[in-house]
């Protein structure tokens, strides 16, 4: 049985700043960020389970509370060593300017580096928050080492997730400062390669990873329910002539209704967050 050790730290927060922490689904922190209240007291691998008094056991509890401003936060948290050396190995690809890249069993990762004056033509490919190369031009020298197959993971340090993102940063690199930096991800396992080969046959792209809530998705299915049974023919347009029928005569009324919309966030000061790319 893995031994835990519970810490306990006293963190003095003023508004507006960082913590400077990522944690996973199981509240496990998988990177700091530095220069922030998070650096050099978390460890890679530590497990929050306590904050001010409050026990939390989802990341939603963990959101919540950081979101309630107060002056000092004490976080208690689960550390275990044989956990962190194991996410040290996972994060242990960095690339320039301490980018960490998650690596995946039975991947390579190298740095390759794009220029301006060379030709590039290929096809990107969206599947589950990967950005995969899924085609390129024969004799393309602006390619470098890239191949089909790879997967790109940052676009100068960005990680990037989405495949117009990906263009947007490549454009914009490649025409303000003449060159491009991307960590690229590249099977090399038998079923690594058997799982890229797979994506890069599917014809279709997944369904887009946003998901509508419960309440939403409802109101979207009785409303296309209620256009289907509508008789299109009975259907007048607002450009219509009103021919065939009597022009009704339009009131105003002066009274001024107001409603008062909940907010979650009623009665508290907002907090401004750090801009990130997605």
Same mark, same amino acid.
């Given at each position: 049985?893995? /031994? ?6 006293k963190?003095?927060?003023? /508004? ?9 689904k ?27 008094g409050?026990n ?21 948290? &689960?550390r275990?060593?044989? /956990?962190?050396?194991?996410?040290k ?16 069993? *039975? ?33 393309n ?7 089909? *197959?790879? /997967?790109?993971?940052s676009?100068n ?27 690229i ?9 058997? &799982? ?17 809530n ?10 296309c ?54």
């Amino acid at each position: 049985m893995p /031994q835990y050790n519970m810490h306990t730290f006293k963190i003095p927060w003023t /508004q507006n700043e960082i913590l400077g922490i990522t944690p996973s689904k199981n509240l496990t922190i998988i990177n700091i960020q530095k220069n922030t209240l998070a650096d050099g007291i978390f460890k890679i691998g530590d497990k929050i389970c306590n904050i001010n008094g409050k026990n939390i056991l989802r990341l939603y509890e963990l959101e919540n509370l950081l979101n309630e401003f107060n002056d000092v936060l004490y976080i208690t948290v &689960e550390r275990n060593e044989e /956990q962190e050396n194991i996410l040290k190995k996972q994060l242990s690809f960095i690339g320039e300017d301490d980018c960490n890249i998650v690596k995946r069993e *039975g991947f390579d990762y190298f740095v390759e580096r794009m220029y301006t004056k060379y030709q590039r033509k290929f096809r990107l490919k969206d599947f589950k928050n990967r950005v995969i190369i899924s085609k390129i031009k024969m004799n393309n020298d602006g390619m470098g080492n890239i191949e089909i *197959g790879d /997967q790109i993971c940052s676009v100068n340090n960005m990680p990037v997730t989405d495949k117009k993102v990906c263009k947007r940063l490549l454009n914009h690199f490649l025409m303000d400062e003449s060159e491009v930096s991307l960590i690229i991800g590249r099977p090399i396992s038998d079923s690594a390669i058997e &799982e890229i080969n797979g994506i890069l046959r599917k014809k279709k792209y997944y369904p887009t990873s946003i998901k509508m809530n419960d309440d939403v998705k409802e109101i979207v299915k009785r409303e296309c329910k209620r256009i289907h049974q509508n008789d299109i023919k009975d259907i007048t347009g607002i450009l219509s002539n009103g021919l065939g029928g009597e022009y009704q005569s339009v009131s105003f009324d002066t009274t001024i209704q107001e409603f008062k919309i909940a907010c979650d966030t009623e009665g508290r000061r907002l907090k401004k967050v750090k801009k990130k790319f997605y």
